[in-house]
């Protein structure tokens, strides 16, 4: 099964919760929240306000992807405001096992992710308490970015990984998704598309965008 996870990024920030309810009547069942803190990447955008806002305006999944340093701070300010699943970087965490544990004692989904370039052995010691692993195909930080197709190998090294320890943790990627990556990625075996600027754009509805994207993988 794959899962199109549409990241409100590339959504028009002063329509934001017809953005998520657009996303759940196009019946995808999580969207990505990404939080950005000038920092860890060089822009800076949504804070917890953000997440608790859309809360009660849709049942889907929210997935906030902290694009922060040192994001054990936050975890519980992002549980408490409603999020169903925390990702952090491994590069962002001063201890990246403790920052999963307590994202799984806050009752969430604990999901870890990785940068271009870091290696993929920098989050093999976690994948056993993580519930959620996230390559990211883009340095993050913005919309819009040029796909990285040097990950696709890290994707498909990270599905032999899961599949030898008969692990059904989902593979998401993020960054530079479309009609014409997403077939690549689930071919190297991601199984969760987190796609921006490929759903939310002037040239058609989340809907239609959606659908598109899920029939290039069937294509
Ligand atoms: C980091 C963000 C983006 C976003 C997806 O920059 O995480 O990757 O979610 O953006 P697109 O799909 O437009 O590359």
């Known amino acids: ?67 922060i340093v040192e994001p054990e701070r936050y975890l519980g300010v992002f549980a408490e405001a409603g999020a169903d699943r925390i990702i952090v970087h491994q590069e962002a965490c001063v201890n990246v096992h403790r920052a999963l544990e307590t994202i799984r004692e806050l009752g969430i989904e604990a999901g870890v992710t990785i940068n271009p370039g870091t290696p993929l052995n920098a989050i093999e010691e976690v994948l056993d308490i993580a519930d959620f692993i996230q390559i990211m195909t883009v340095n993050p930080g913005f919309g819009g970015q040029k796909f990285i197709h040097s990950q696709l190998d890290k994707i498909r090294r990270l599905r032999r990984i899961l599949n030898e320890r008969s692990s059904h943790i989902p593979i998401a990627v993020d960054g530079g998704v479309d009609t014409t990556t997403a077939p690549l990625v689930v071919n190297a075996g991601a199984t969760v598309l987190v796609a921006g600027s490929s759903v939310y754009n002037s040239s058609g509805t989340v809907a239609e965008n959606v659908n598109a994207l899920i029939k290039s993988i069937h294509l």
């Open 1 to 67: 099964m794959i899962i199109i996870e549409p990241s409100i990024l590339s959504a028009d920030f002063a329509r934001l919760g017809e953005a998520a309810k657009e996303a759940e009547v196009a019946g995808v069942r999580a969207i990505q929240i990404d939080v950005m803190d000038g920092r860890f990447v060089p822009n800076i955008n949504f804070g917890p306000g953000v997440v608790s806002a859309l809360r009660p305006l849709v049942k889907i999944t929210l997935d906030v992807h902290l694009m």
